[in-house]
């Protein structure tokens, strides 16, 4: 055991000698291929990493156009609810003023039909007067004799005929 632990100079020299083959050999078969995967991961992990950056970028960008073209739209439903107001506000207005046209006019009508009305009924009773008058003259001339007299009493009923047919 104790040779062992003793350095032997053959021993130490082709170490150093099977060590450096073993590192020549390494780097001309085995660190050119490893090292070439190592820097193809490398750039992939960064063109990965790019990517990613440029695709939160363009989320970002997305996210931005989005949010502008939502306000955007509530602006315009906003602005279409208020101008859908305004015109049902303008045509309660129109559909009330032509109503109350209406109703005026036909107010009007009917007050036109009741002074017709009121006229002819004020014509029918002078007519029906004149008739009554003249029976009522013609009982009154056929009393009296007097000619004079029963022109007198014509000529009065006439004149309270005409004094109630104006009130």
């Given amino acids: 055991m104790k040779t062992l632990l003793e350095p032997n100079f053959g021993l130490v020299f082709w170490t150093v000698v099977n060590f450096f083959i073993l590192v020549v050999l390494l780097a001309k078969f085995a ?94 009773l002078k007519a029906q007067m004149a008739d009554t008058t003249l029976l009522a003259l013609k009982k009154i001339i056929t009393k009296q004799e007097d000619e004079a007299a029963s022109r007198k009493q014509v000529e009065t009923v006439l004149k309270e005929i005409e004094t109630k047919a104006n009130k």
């Fill in 31 to 124: 660190w050119k291929p490893i090292i070439k995967v190592l820097d193809d991961r490398e750039k992939k992990i960064k063109e990965d990493i790019s990517s990613a950056q440029e695709a939160r970028a363009e989320a970002q960008k997305i996210k931005q156009e989005m949010e502008a073209k939502l306000e955007e739209i509530s602006n315009q439903s906003f602005q279409k609810l208020k101008e859908a107001q305004e015109f049902a506000n303008e045509e309660k207005k129109k559909i009330l003023d032509s109503a109350a046209v209406q109703a005026n006019a036909m107010v009007e009508q009917a007050k036109a039909e009741i002074a017709g009305e009121t006229q002819k009924a004020i014509e029918a």
